[in-house]
């Protein structure tokens, strides 16, 4: 998440195959300062998704966000936070694949405390929050 390539804490992700080669480089299409891409990291169903908690979409402080990408590292989705989910809510703070779902945790979200789903590419897409500091389908 502190990868500078793009601006100060910008940050990437490097996919690799089991025995080390193959290295990918995973950075989304607008770097931006502070946004810490890969604070959360999952692989799965041929995808990898990544929390970025401390992202300020809208100006809105520690919103958060989170994107789905292709193992190769096209493809880019990004999975827009809810409507509930607001400053300091940590969107993204926690991410996993599994059972052809995307589960994206803002563990300070205090709205309604109830998951909310979307559709996300071939993935079905759940948002969870309050719970969400640690996720796993």
Not at 70 to 78: F, S, W, Y
């Amino acid at each position: 998440p502190f990868d500078d390539d793009g601006g100060n804490n910008t940050g990437s992700v490097y996919v690799y195959n089991p025995d080390g080669t193959g290295e990918v480089k995973i950075n989304p299409a607008t770097p931006l300062a502070n946004r810490n891409f890969g604070r959360s990291v999952a692989g799965g169903a041929g995808k990898i998704a990544v929390g970025c908690a401390f992202s300020d979409p809208g100006g809105l402080t520690n919103k958060g966000e989170a994107f789905l990408f292709n193992l190769d590292g096209t493809g880019e989705v990004n999975l827009t936070p809810p409507s509930t989910v607001a400053s300091s809510d940590y969107f993204g703070w926690s991410v996993t694949i599994g059972e052809g779902k995307v589960a994206v945790g803002a563990y300070n979200d205090e709205d309604t405390g109830e998951p909310i789903m979307a559709h996300c590419s071939t993935l079905e897409c759940c948002y969870t929050d309050e719970f969400g500091i640690s996720l796993d389908v």
